[in-house]
């Protein structure tokens, strides 16, 4: 049995928990996980605990049972996070055969006519594609094709970005693989209560309405409360500032040879930059101002083409010939400018630029960083790089190819270039549709229920041995934070269970709002689901949420349903912040936003929703 002072325990677990995802303390999925560990060490949860022996009758075995269905190991079993890893492999089998690329070029060929045009066909599009994989890749591959788009029209990319990633908020409310969160939150429901069950497009009605809503406030009221902001690229005119990049040799009797930089010429000269200087094939690791000239030096500047024409004339330097510095000229490349964005999953995150050491290590440099609503031109090298941060980067095209390759740095400045096998698209259009297919057949009736996570496996298993993607790809298309973050939830909520605290706190709740309307109760389960997804991962609310909400239910002595929806939809409703919701992060960097851009559009349309929510959900889901 669990003791009072293990119940005081977990609920102190429990604020902390919370409060480290609201400060961003540690990474959630290792708050959630040394939850699950906490739970077990303190005692609220048992480990590796053996089937109830058949001799037990009565309440012996119904207590045996108990303790071994709260198992803590249990959680590595459940379908939830399976399903989510198996719809994250799904989705690269798409990308990886070319079919959302092809879809993105259909879109950029169709919507290119007028912004009202662009915006139409952007929302239908995405959030269509977001019903049915996961909508993080599909803004990715879509934020490039926009910026282009915008870039050649000398159109705001701001009154587009915050839709494509509405958009797929919204559509990820569509079907119960929409969204992880429909996923954590139906499994958690169904292992709670196997009558509560959620088929594959039981949500689909009030998700088509919430795709509706957000698509009829977009169009019509977009203008209005989308802002107009300079994304990092529009700073600097591209013909105008056009630079190239030149390499040279230090050759033997320059008068380089022995001088500091700093003190020198180089350092001095307003035509052109040294970006780098290689010795014996290696990049110099040390700071410029650090270096030391040496007989056979390359030196890489870059500057506009009509400063390196004349650096000669105002430095006395040629780099055609042994004049005066002893350089030779090697070759010229024009230096490209592009926008990158730090990736979730980057090594780069936490680190400043400086401690990457960035110039050398890549070969590119820095122009400015986007950090929250702020362009930063200066004075950035020492600001620690974040999820999100949007950096302005230039040098020669090898080199950015090479930095858009890594899986740190997201290219916004055209689509993300992968190997793409055209041949096999159709095995994996395939393999989604039959999953769509045979999930709703299901859920209707007209074939043998199949549990979704069975069907995932399915669809898995074959675009991997059809070779749509390669087991490696595979394994990285897998974001591990978010399966862990729901091991670890699912765990914590497990314990609160378990342990009695759950039903403690939803009884509380009935006695605060004793003699509250039912219905009444589903719109604030709504909006306290909608209110912590802004500021916590909208996985970690539908596991917090969904077994308290049910809890609830059931003392009032209502159908669960309604209230397991409530905590679905209000978690995915995340509009009003940039940090709620991954794909808001995504473009909160690459639109050139401000933290209170977000507020003033998504607000408005997170009370529509939340009213919408409020009425439908008990007509959808009787009590």
């Known amino acids: 049995m669990v003791e009072t002072w293990q119940q005081i325990a977990l609920g102190i677990l429990v604020v902390v928990v919370f409060a480290s995802f609201v400060k ?50 249990r959680v590595f079993a459940h379908p939830a996070p399976i399903t989510v890893a198996c719809m994250f492999v799904m989705s690269e089998a798409l990308e990886r055969t070319g079919v959302i690329e092809t879809l993105g070029y259909w879109f950029e060929k169709t919507a290119g006519s007028s912004p009202t045009r662009m915006l139409v066909v952007m929302i239908l599009l995405v959030a269509g594609l977001s019903g049915f994989m996961n909508n993080t ?32 908020i919204a ?98 000269s307003n035509k052109a930059r040294v970006l780098d200087i290689i010795r014996d094939g290696q990049r110099l690791k040390k700071s410029l101002d650090e270096v030391i000239f040496k007989e056979g030096d390359e030196i890489i500047l870059k500057g506009k083409l009509q400063g390196l024409m004349n650096f000669g004339e105002d430095s006395g330097v040629s780099l055609k010939a042994e004049e005066d510095l002893g350089l030779e000229g090697i070759r010229t490349e024009s230096a490209v400018l592009m926008e990158g964005i730090i990736g979730p999953d980057s090594t780069m995150a936490g680190k400043s630029l400086k401690e990457l050491n960035f110039r050398q290590q890549f070969g590119v440099l820095i122009v400015a960083v986007h950090r929250r609503g702020r362009n930063l031109q200066e004075r950035f090298e020492d600001v620690k790089l974040a999820f999100g941060d949007t950096l302005l980067v230039q040098g020669s095209g090898r080199r950015m190819q090479q930095l858009f390759q890594l899986k740190d740095f997201i290219n916004l400045s055209e689509p993300k270039q992968i190997t793409v096998r055209p041949k096999k698209a159709p095995f994996a259009i395939l393999a989604i549709l039959a999953f769509m297919i045979i999930g709703m057949l299901g859920g209707v009736g007209l074939i043998p229920k199949v549990p979704i996570v069975l069907i995932a496996l399915s669809a898995a298993f074959f675009v991997l041995v059809t070779r749509c993607l390669e087991p490696s790809e595979a394994y990285e298309a897998i974001d591990w934070k978010v399966l862990f973050l729901i091991f670890g939830m699912l765990g914590l909520g497990q314990a609160m269970d378990y342990s009695g605290v759950a039903q403690l706190m939803a009884l509380k709740v009935v006695g605060i709002m004793q003699g509250m309307d039912p219905r009444l109760m589903i719109a604030i389960v709504y909006l306290l689901a909608a209110v912590m997804t802004e500021m916590v991962s909208n996985n970690a609310v539908a596991a917090l949420l969904t077994p308290l909400s049910m809890i609830v239910a059931y003392e009032l002595g209502v159908d669960p349903r309604p209230f397991v929806a409530a905590v679905m939809f209000g978690s995915s409703a995340s509009f009003s912040t940039p940090i709620g919701y991954q794909t808001n992060t995504f473009v909160y960097g690459a639109g050139g936003y401000k933290f209170g851009d977000f507020f003033r559009a998504g607000l408005p349309l997170a009370l529509v929703l939340w009213v919408v929510a409020s009425f439908l959900i008990p007509v959808i889901w009787p009590l």
């Open 171 to 268: 559509g990820g409310t569509m079907t119960i693989i929409g969204t992880s969160t429909n996923l954590v939150a139906s499994g958690i429901a169904a292992k709670r209560d196997p009558d509560v069950v959620f088929e594959m497009f039981d949500v689909t009605p009030l998700g088509i309405v919430f795709v509706f809503v957000t698509f009829v406030y977009l169009v019509l009221f977009g203008k209005k409360v989308l802002p107009d902001r300079a994304t990092l690229a529009t700073l600097i005119d591209s013909e105008s500032s056009r630079e190239y990049i030149t390499y040279a040799i230090v050759s033997g009797g320059s008068p380089l040879i022995g001088q500091n930089f700093i003190d020198s010429s180089m350092k001095k």
């Open 24 to 73: 961003e303390w540690l990474s959630p999925e290792v708050v959630a996980i040394g939850a699950l560990v906490i739970c077990v060490l303190i005692g609220v949860l048992p480990i590796a605990v053996a089937a109830p022996s058949p001799e037990l009758t009565g309440d012996e075995l119904a207590a045996a049972m108990k303790k071994f269905q709260a198992d803590a190991l």
């Open 137 to 168: 890749p599909v803004v990715v591959v879509f934020l490039p094709i926009v910026l282009a788009i915008c870039r050649r029209k000398d159109w705001m990319a701001s009154r587009f970005l915050i839709p494509l990633s509405y958009a797929a």
